[in-house]
């Protein structure tokens, strides 16, 4: 599974970038706000920091904005996806976008039926909300397990990125159940690299071999 982060602070993906295991970066028009810098900046520099896809959202409602916006988002830098609501406007405009060449994200994926007209529009990825789903207590661990069967059995090239991810359960499931990607918070990162007995065994180790040395 590929890890992306879900982030636009540029020094957090600099920092992870180095872990050698970032395979992409994800952002909406909340998570640009919270860095209170220019869109068209904050992006052109996490794309020239991570190779991978970039994902950048459109505001615009309607088919017609949607797709000039995405237009000018896809020529900020080669490795530029543009996010695209899950709405019927945006379904015709990843139909257009794709015609186009344009990779796109369909996002606020919510049910299976969803999932699967944002394939059939020819969606590059499609981001499924694991943590607002559990916030009304739906099942969005079924819900990854039946998008990833769908795109099995019919042969569809969409990647699913889990998105909403609030904790390090929420990565190890997706994982299992083959989702694509996940795109974490880059706070919840480093969750994945610790353990508490991790610390208490180096911690035992290095005392033992103190004790060795003397
Ligand atoms: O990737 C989508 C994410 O940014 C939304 O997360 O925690 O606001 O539901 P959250």
């Not at 309607?62 to 406007?89: C, F, G, H, Q, Y």
Request: with cysteine; proline share 3%; aromatic share 8%.
């Amino acid at each position: 599974m590929k890890f992306f982060l879900d982030t636009a602070n540029v020094a957090e993906i600099k920092r992870l970038n180095e872990l050698g295991v970032v395979d992409g970066v994800t952002t909406n028009p909340s998570i640009i706000f919270k860095e209170g810098r220019d869109f068209e900046e904050v992006i052109k520099e996490i794309c020239a920091i991570v190779p991978g896809p970039v994902s950048a959202e459109v505001i615009g409602l309607t088919t017609e904005e949607m797709v000039s916006e995405a237009r000018i988002l896809a020529k900020w830098a080669d490795n530029v996806v543009v996010k695209i609501p899950m709405t019927e406007a945006g379904l015709k405009a990843v139909r257009i976008l794709s015609a186009e060449g344009i990779e796109t994200n369909v996002t606020l994926i919510f049910t299976v039926a969803q999932g699967l007209l944002a394939m059939k529009a020819g969606a590059n990825f499609i981001s499924p909300f694991i943590g607002r789903l559990d916030d009304i207590g739906v099942d969005g661990y079924k819900l990854v397990e039946e998008l990833r069967q769908i795109i099995d059995i019919y042969g569809f090239d969409t990647e699913i990125i889990a998105a909403s991810i609030r904790n390090l359960e929420h990565v190890e499931t997706v994982a299992c159940l083959g989702s694509h990607i996940a795109t974490i918070p880059s706070n919840l990162f480093s969750k994945l690299w610790s353990h508490p007995l991790t610390d208490q065994g180096i911690e035992a180790f290095l005392k033992d071999w103190a004790a060795f040395k003397k």
